[in-house]
């Protein structure tokens, strides 16, 4: 069975930092791009990050570019998000999605087929 996991989440205060992980398993981990989407009250998904199955390219929202870093490591069949000067706008609950080579571009979360539970961010003084 399909499965992706978050962890990491939790209450920081503005400028503070979190790390995230996404563990997957029941499937080929290193087949597959990873992506970070986060979801706030009252707005849609929206996507934050995706690293390359082979981990060559990531991609960044212009919103956090320069202070979240994507990462992983197949060997653990992990993905991490390293989240610094984070700001309250960054509050919501954040799905990592695994996306298996088809024609959606990794930022459309069209193109993701399995998702974990999500886990709440809340960066607040």
């Known amino acids: 069975q399909e499965q992706m996991v978050e962890s990491g989440g939790g209450l920081v205060q503005p400028g503070g930092s979190l790390r995230l992980s996404c563990a997957g398993s029941g499937f080929r981990f290193d087949d597959y791009s990873i992506g970070w989407f986060r979801q706030a009250p009252g707005k849609t998904r929206e996507a934050v990050v995706c690293?390359?199955?082979?981990?060559?390219?990531?991609y960044y929202a212009d919103s956090v570019k320069g202070r979240f870093t994507i990462s992983r490591d197949n060997a653990k069949n992990t993905v991490y998000l390293q989240m610094n000067s984070l700001k309250p706008e960054d509050t919501a609950v954040y799905y990592c999605?695994?996306?298996?080579?088809?024609?959606?571009?990794?930022?459309?979360?069209?193109?993701?087929?399995?998702w974990g539970q999500g886990t709440q961010v809340t960066v607040s003084s």
């Open positions: 690293i390359s199955s082979d981990d060559r390219l990531a």
């Open positions: 999605g695994a996306h298996p080579r088809n024609s959606y571009a990794l930022m459309d979360e069209r193109g993701y087929d399995t």
